[in-house]
C-alpha cells in the first residue's frame, strides 16, 4: 500500500505543472477518479473470485469463474456513466474544500452504483455478483478519496516547492461571500496570494474579515502602481 501511495506521489508530480490551470486541474482529477474506479473493478473480482469463500459462508456463495470479459465489455460505459455523474455532482469545480468533495464523491459514488445495479437488474445479459458488489462499493469509495486528498496534498507541496507562478489578488468591496472568498484564496491549495480587501468608509469588515483589510477604496489606485497585483476582484454590487 505504501508503494502505491509513493507511486501516485511521483506520478502527480510528474503531471502537475509549474503553473496549475483549471484545465490540467479538471483532466488530473478525472484521470484520478476513473483509475481509481477502475482498480477497485479489479480488486473487488479479486476478493470475491480468487478466495475460497464458500470454507466459510458456505452455500452463500456461489462457485464459478470470474466474468473478467464481462467485466471489461461493461468498463467503458461504466467509466463514461462515472465521468457524468461527477460532472453532474461539480466534482471538477475549482474551489472545493476538502470536505466538500468528500462529501460530493460519496454522493456521486452512490448515486453511480444505484444506477448501475439497476441497469444490471434489468439487463438480463449480464448478472452481475452482488457479493462482488459488497467489496466494489466501500473499496471504490476509498480509493476515490485517497486519490483525491494525495492530489490535494502532492499540490499543496509541489506549489511551495516548485516555485509555482503565485496570481496576486486584491479584493474590492464587502459582502456577504466576502469572507469564505478571503479564506479560500488564503488556502494552500491553489495558486492565489491575498493582497488584501478594500472596502468602502460606510461597509468596513468587521470580525474574521478585518485581519484582511489593509484600506479603503480610495487607495486603489495607489495600490496598483506600488503593489504587484495580478487580479483585482470586484465583489460589491453597491459600487460604481
Not at 508530480?13 to 486541474?25: F, K, W
Not at 471489461?72 to 474544500?97: C, D, H, V, W
Not at 479560500?184 to 491549495?189: E, I, P, V
Request: with cysteine; net charge positive; charged share 20%.
Amino acid at each position: 500500500m505504501y508503494g502505491l501511495f509513493a507511486g501516485g506521489y511521483r506520478f502527480l508530480g510528474a503531471i502537475l505543472p509549474r503553473e496549475i490551470d483549471s484545465t490540467t486541474e479538471h483532466v488530473t482529477k478525472v484521470l484520478l477518479d476513473l483509475i481509481a474506479f477502475f482498480i477497485a473493478a479489479n480488486l473487488a473480482f479479486d476478493i470475491r473470485y480468487e478466495i475460497d469463500w464458500q470454507q466459510w459462508l458456505g452455500q452463500m456463495v456461489k462457485d464459478g469463474p470470474a466474468p473478467w470479459a464481462a467485466l471489461y465489455q461493461a468498463m467503458p460505459y461504466l467509466l463514461l456513466g462515472l465521468y457524468l455523474i461527477n460532472e453532474i455532482f461539480g466534482l471538477y469545480r475549482s474551489g472545493l474544500t476538502s470536505r466538500e468533495e468528500v462529501a460530493l464523491l460519496i454522493k456521486a459514488q452512490l448515486f453511480t452504483f444505484g444506477i448501475m445495479f439497476a441497469v444490471a437488474f434489468f439487463y438480463r445479459g449480464f448478472s452481475y455478483s452482488r457479493f462482488a458488489a459488497v467489496f466494489f462499493v466501500p473499496i471504490s469509495m476509498f480509493l476515490s478519496i485517497c486519490f483525491r486528498n494525495l492530489y490535494r496534498i502532492s499540490k499543496r507541496h509541489l506549489m511551495r516547492k516548485m516555485k509555482v507562478v503565485w496570481e496576486r489578488v486584491l479584493v474590492v468591496g464587502v459582502c456577504e461571500v466576502t469572507k469564505d472568498l478571503a479564506h479560500r484564496l488564503q488556502s494552500n491549495d491553489n495558486q492565489y496570494s491575498l493582497v488584501g480587501l478594500l472596502s468602502s468608509e460606510k461597509n468596513s469588515p468587521s470580525g474574521s474579515d478585518a485581519k484582511f483589510h489593509i484600506g479603503s477604496i480610495k487607495q486603489l489606485g495607489k495600490l496598483l502602481t506600488r503593489k504587484e497585483i495580478d487580479k483585482v476582484l470586484l465583489v460589491s454590487g453597491a459600487l460604481s
